[in-house]
């Protein structure tokens, strides 16, 4: 069994070198897995492990946010990551930022999986969601092992080369389009079932909506 | 009217000395089918062949597609098309089930379809699962492209009645039988529910011919569903997207007129069907709405409805008046259409037009999706798609499905469909 090799992105605050105080910290790269980087060697188990964790604090990383990025992926490139993890950011706004530049720079320039999380209200949401993997999160750190159990799932789903399913079934947020899918009943079929739930007040839901 | 539908379930196609149905295996003898085929002057000459399912056989520039099928008790079939103008919808008919013949094309500025026999194209359309019997014909100099396509029309239901032929006085692998009558009191208290059939109506080569005649000399009409699954019409598309093309195969074999059936009298009281053309006008699709939802109101009396479309985007508008109407006259209506959302599926507008009536709608793809395709074995009917498509057929393509028959069958006759990501 080859071991997925994964690289962990996180914040000053996760990283419990404390908060506020380190914000205007630069990013630097260390071995193994710190802070929530310990729930995903947990959730791996023997399938892999984190080997390495970037950090960088969020105020540095908001100022410039596309320079750093090209620095954090620099640090990251060397370890030759299998698949990349950043935060959750629940609902934090520079820490969304930082999660959803970093991981759209690594699915776009190392082509490898880069998933995150944030609440969706983060309002870095709105910035990343066309371009990459978020995972919905609670908006505080309370739902870190449910969210993380659901980061990895979907990362490692995308390590093995598979179509994520529908968000709903994944847990991510909506990217914003529509895929062409395979079901398993003829159309017209669903159309007669859709009117007989319609017809006797039973909840349907249509498949094609419009804008507004 | 009680239609029994007699199917032979054919498993293999070859060519022999004689043309045969027997223990499933169809046998053609080629020379007599190319004669019988070739007695029209605006084809010059007419190759056939057969491909299997499951062979990794690439057919390219397919047009139309039918069934073989007779009438157990005469010589022909297609009522006002081939045959004299008989009502169709009663009595035995034969069907060879499990084979389809493809009309194909050999001229430019028509729209050619693709079914790849295996791979991940073989998916999308029905079509990868029959026998298909191609009938490669070339045009004698001289002949108009709408021509062309009434003769392979021509030949292709000429071709379905000569195969069928073969079934006759043979016992039926299996007989489905249609028909409306119920004991009475059986179907009270079930919800009724009609079916509103749009019909493409503009001109030659982009028509469906009903007894024989195209659909916009009609208005909208009503007609028992066995006379649409006993060929009372005929697919004369040429030129739209053969992803959405509601060929002759579909139309015999209607999946929302033989899913109708299934539920009729256990689920629903199937009360019939509305045939309604597709105008080119607003003033033309308003008078053809209100007729329409008339019928189905009170003709039908039915309390439910399900709609589909034939055509591009401006058909949308014939969809969405159609719901309006019957929705204001208290019929619920579901209706089925392919969505418009770009290769990326990113589109905001789904539809071309859209109402707030419109609420339970059924998606059979986005019609502008793409697919990769791999190279297949052999490929048949030309290396080149006519009708917008340059990639060299004898590799690995990127297709849009927009090519594929049925991919996003208008018609419902396809399981795909379109899913947030």
Known sequence: ?????????????????????????????????????????RLLGEQGKVIATAICGDNYFSERPQAVASQVLDLIEKWKPDIFIAGPAFNAGRYGLACGQVCTAVSERLGIPAVTGMFPENPAVSLYRSRIFIIETSNSGVGMTKA??????????????????APAVEGYITRGFKENIITDKLAAERAISLLLKKLHGEAFETEITFPG | MRLEM????VKRVEFGQRTVFAGGVLTINK???????????????????????????????????????????????????????????????????????????????????????????????????????????????????????????????????????????????????????????????????AYLMQLHSHGETREPFVYGVNSRNYYPTILHPNEI???????????????????????????????????????????????????????????????????????????????????????????MENCDLCEQLGIRAVLIDNEWLGPDGAGEFPLLASSPNADAMVSVGNVDGHVKLPGMDKVIGGTRL????????????????????????QAGFTYLSTESR
């Open chain 2, 229 to 319: 699954l006993d060929g009372a019409i005929v697919c004369g598309h040429y030129n739209i997207s053969p992803a959405f093309r509601n060929d002759t195969y579909t139309l015999l074999n209607h999946p929302v007129i033989c899913g109708l059936f299934r539920r009729h009298g256990t689920e629903l009281d199937f009360r019939g069907v509305v045939i309604s053309p597709e105008p080119t006008s607003l003033t033309e699709i308003a008078r053809t709405s209100m007729m329409a939802s008339g019928l189905l109101k009170d003709a039908l009396q039915a309390d439910g409805v399900v709609v589909t479309k034939e055509g591009g985007g401006h058909t949308d508008v014939d969809l």
């Open chain 2, 6 to 9: 007699g199917y032979f379930d």
């Open chain 1, 148 to 165: 993380m159990a659901r980061i990895i799932n979907l990362a490692c789903k995308l390590h093995r080369g598979e179509r994520p399913r």
């Open chain 2, 31 to 193: 020379d007599e089918f190319v004669r019988h085929l070739s007695l029209d002057s605006r084809i010059s000459s007419i190759d056939i062949a057969v491909v299997h399912p499951g062979e990794r056989v690439r057919i390219a520039n397919i047009l139309e597609i039918t069934e073989p099928r007779i009438k157990e008790a005469a010589e022909h079939y297609y009522p006002g098309m081939l045959g004299p103008i008989y009502r169709a919808g009663d009595g035995r008919t034969n069907a060879l089930r499990g084979s389809a013949i493809f009309e194909m094309c050999a001229i430019e500025g028509l729209i050619g379809g693709l079914v790849d026999m295996a791979g991940e194209g073989a998916q999308l359309t029905p079509y990868s699962g029959t026998i298909n019997i191609c009938l490669l014909a070339e045009p004698s100099p001289g002949t108009r492209a709408a021509d062309y396509c009434y003769a392979l029309k021509y030949a292709a239901l000429k071709a379905s009645v000569y195969l069928a032929k073969t079934t006759k006085g043979l016992k039926a692998d299996e007989v489905e039988v249609f028909d409306l009558k119920r004991p009475q009191g059986n179907l009270a208290g079930l919800p009724k529910v």
């Open chain 1, 1 to 41: 069994v080859i071991m997925i090799r994964v690289v962990y992105y996180t914040n000053q605050v996760f990283w419990q070198t404390g908060s506020e105080e380190k914000a205007g910290v630069g990013p630097s790269i260390v071995q193994g897995a710190v802070g929530p980087g310990m729930f995903i060697n």
């Open chain 2, 386 to 409: 006519i009708g917008g498509f340059n990639q060299d057929l004898d590799g690995k393509i990127t297709l849009p499905i927009w090519f594929i028959p049925n991919a996003v069958s």
